[in-house]
Structures are given as structure tokens and as C-alpha cells.
């Protein structure tokens, strides 16, 4: 139900067509991702502390979903009444939905890490993990093709209301299923810290480890390039081509095909060769879809762009929080993936709006898409060299070497 619903609304698709629509600029669209990232980085560490008083997680997971929920709704309200308030008011109040979305969502990541990391058998983690995703961003396709349908029945800003509304109702039907999940109860102690305290513990435990401090930066250069380029993928090729609104659901359609083909494959890789083989190949895709993108002669290439890159999400909560589990000695790892996010995305947001400026001082996106090309090749080529491969042993020994 929730695949279903995000394949009407995805972010990186749908939603930047719309504001093209009302006649938003190049830099309001870079702030789309940007006001998602950071608001998404911003909550982590306090729904970890929150949830480590809890010895049961799963309500409060769904409880935090809510605000997205309603923000999608809010979305499709602004499509429809965005004539009678305006339509730079309405672009820049859609900003503000998707950064309530992604407050949502950054307080759901690390509850959602920590419950599949109780619930599945270590051994076969990631595989049944990735495939879990897959299955639930398949069904996304169904989305995609009935917003196919409307936008191109009805080619206007009510026809991305219907398509928002349609996305809200089904996501919020979508999370109700969780309250079935059966949790196991922990055992725990609440911290006796504050909530600052909390923070800086676990940031200080992140930056302890030597491995973090290379995982960190790279994770900045990484994330920033693909922010920047998945950015503009939709807008770029609108403005290129001159693409009808229904357009924007083939560019759907192809993200989520992206998303079944990475969760097929990034699980299995991870659990056989190791989370870094897949986290190295992640900047690597990016560097493939934005030079599609510098070259595009035809709108395909923006769709295979799409397809190498829409999914990287999915290797982001796989393998990236996998290598932060095995880099950290914290018993309870959900503070720790918290805290990584809560270093990366602040620096790594700063990439869409940078990309937004260039495409306006440059009147296009061939600087844009050159420059995110460079960073996540390099990128690539850093963490293929500095990062360490986590061994069976590895936490164990990190232990003993904070021990000592």
C-alpha cells in the first residue's frame, strides 16, 4: 500500500514537474532535496533517544509516519488551490511539505533499521531485507502507471492534486498494516542522560572510530553528488525536451524499476562480498546517470538515468547502515546510525541548492550534471581506497581496541 502510494507522489518525479508547472526557478527545486535531506537528518538522534526508552518500537514507528502522511495531503491541497494563493507561495509552501515529510521519515529511519535488525536473522539480513523493499517498491509501479492516466486525461494542476491525494490516502492506509507486526519486547535500561548528552555521546562513540572518520567524509562527497543529480533528472529533462505532465510518470516508472533491480541484487551482494563492495558501487551509479544526463539526446536517457539511480535509497538503508553497525562498537546501534546521518546530511544537503545556482548562472544543467559526475568518481575512487572491509570479527576487535 505504501509502494502504491509513493509511486502517485515520488518526490524526485512527480513533485518537480509540479512546481515547474507553477513557475518555480532552478534553486526552489534544488531546495526540494535539500529541505528534505537535512530535515531528515535533523530528528535522527531524538528518535533514537526516544526509542531507547521504549521496549517496544513498532507504534511509535507508525506514529512518527503520520506527519508524512499528512503533508502528502497538503501537497494536493496547494496543487488545487494554487491559482487562489499564488504560485510562488504555493511552490515555496511545497517546499515546506516535503520538509515535514522528510522530518517524518528521518525520525521513521533509524526505529526502521533497528526493527528489521531485531526481527531478521543476522545471517541472511540483507537479503531479506533488500527483498522485503523490493516487494513494497514493485507495487509502486501500480502508482506510476494510474499517475500516467491522470496527468495525461487531465493535464493540469488539479490532476497532480487528484494524483497527491490519491498518494496520501494510500500511504496512510499503508502504515496501518505495521500495528499487525508482532515485536519481541527488549530488555533495556533508559538513558540516564539528557537529550543533549545523549547527542554528544554517540557522536563522540561515531568519531571515535577510525573507520567512521573515513566513512563520514566520503558519505558527504557521495551523498552530495547524487543529491545534486537526482535533483534535477525530472526538471532537466522537462525543460529539454518539453515533456508532457504525464511524462513525469515514465520518469517514475523507471525510478521504480530501479528500486526492484537494487533490492534484488544489493542484499545478496552485501551479505556475500560485503557492505563496502556495495556502498563503493553506489557513487559509481551516480557518476553513470549523470553523465546519461550531460549527453541525453533523447528523453531515454534521462529514464536509464532514473533507472541506475532511483533506487540508491535502498542501498543507502542496506549497505551504508550496515557498514556503520559493523564500524561502531555501541551495543545498541540505532543511536549510531542516527548519529552518522546526523554528520552526513547537513554538509551533503548544501549540494542541491549549489547545483540549483549553477544551473541559473549557466542557464542549464550541463555544469550541474559535469560537476556531480566529477564528485562521485571521485568519491568512488576514495572509498574503493580508504575503506576498510568489515570482518565477522570486526566489532569485536574495535571493542577490545576501545578497551584498551
Known amino acids: 500500500m505504501w509502494g502504491v502510494g509513493m509511486g502517485f507522489v515520488p518526490l524526485n518525479t512527480v513533485v518537480p514537474f509540479l512546481l515547474r508547472s507553477l513557475g518555480a526557478d532552478e534553486v526552489l527545486i534544488g531546495s526540494l532535496s535539500t529541505a528534505a535531506m537535512l ?4 530528528p535522527q538522534l531524538a528518535a533514537a533517544y526516544i526509542a531507547a526508552r521504549l521496549s517496544r518500537k513498532v507504534g511509535f514507528f507508525i506514529l512518527v509516519h503520520y506527519p508524512a502522511c499528512l503533508s502528502v495531503f497538503g501537497m494536493g491541497a496547494l496543487a488545487y488551490y494554487a491559482d487562489a494563493v499564488g504560485h510562488e507561495l504555493a511552490s ?64 493540469s494542476l488539479a490532476g497532480y492534486a487528484v494524483c497527491l491525494t490519491l498518494g496520501g490516502l494510500l500511504i496512510t492506509l499503508g502504515i496501518q498494516a505495521f500495528w499487525l507486526v508482532r515485536e519481541p519486547e527488549e530488555e533495556l535500561e533508559p538513558p540516564k542522560r539528557s537529550l543533549l548528552e545523549f547527542a554528544r555521546h554517540h557522536l ?66 552485501g551479505d556475500r562480498l560485503g557492505n563496502k563492495v556495495v556502498v563503493v ?30 533506487g540508491l535509497w535502498i542501498l543507502e538503508v542496506i549497505a551504508v547502515n550496515g557498514l556503520v553497525m559493523s564500524y561502531c562498537p555501541a551495543a545498541d546501534n ?18 542541491p541548492v549549489l547545483g540549483g545556482w549553477l544551473a541559473r548562472v549557466t542557464v542549464g544543467y550541463d555544469v550541474v550534471f559535469a560537476v556531480s559526475a566529477g564528485l562521485s568518481a571521485t568519491a568512488a575512487v576514495l572509498m574503493g581506497l580508504l575503506l576498510r572491509s568489515p570482518t565477522p570479527n570486526s566489532r569485536v576487535e574495535e571493542d577490545d581496541k576501545q578497551a584498551a
Open 204 to 269: 563522540g562513540v561515531v568519531w571515535s572510530s577510525r573507520d567512521m572518520r573515513r566513512l563520514i567524509p566520503l558519505r558527504m562527497l557521495s551523498m552530495g553528488a547524487a543529491a545534486m543529480t537526482g535533483a534535477f533528472l525530472a526538471a532537466a529533462g522537462r525543460d529539454q525536451f518539453d515533456l508532457a505532465d504525464e511524462q513525469a510518470a515514465v520518469f517514475t516508472a523507471a525510478a521504480i524499476c530501479s528500486q526492484i533491480l537494487h533490492g534484488l541484487w544489493s542484499g545478496p551482494v
Open 334 to 351: 540505532t543511536p549510531a546510525i542516527a548519529a552518522a546521518a546526523t554528520c552526513v546530511m547537513p554538509v551533503a544537503a548544501l549540494a
Open 39 to 42: 530535515m531528515s537528518a535533523l
Open 92 to 155: 515555496w509552501l511545497i517546499v515546506g511539505c516535503v520538509a515535514t515529510f522528510g522530518l517524518a521519515m528521518g525520525m521513521a529511519t533509524p526505529l526502521w533499521v533497528h526493527i528489521m535488525a531485531k526481527l531478521l536473522p543476522e545471517r541472511v539480513r540483507n537479503t531479506i531485507w533488500s527483498w522485503i523493499l523490493c516487494a513494497g517498491t514493485a507495487a509502486g509501479l501500480i502508482g506510476a502507471w494510474q499517475s500516467h492516466r491522470i496527468l495525461g486525461e487531465s493535464p
Open 281 to 310: 558501487l553506489s557513487p559509481c551509479l551516480v557518476c553513470g546517470a549523470a553523465l546519461l544526463a550531460l549527453v541525453a539526446p533523447a528523453p531515454g536517457y534521462y529514464a536509464a538515468a532514473f533507472v541506475l539511480i532511483g
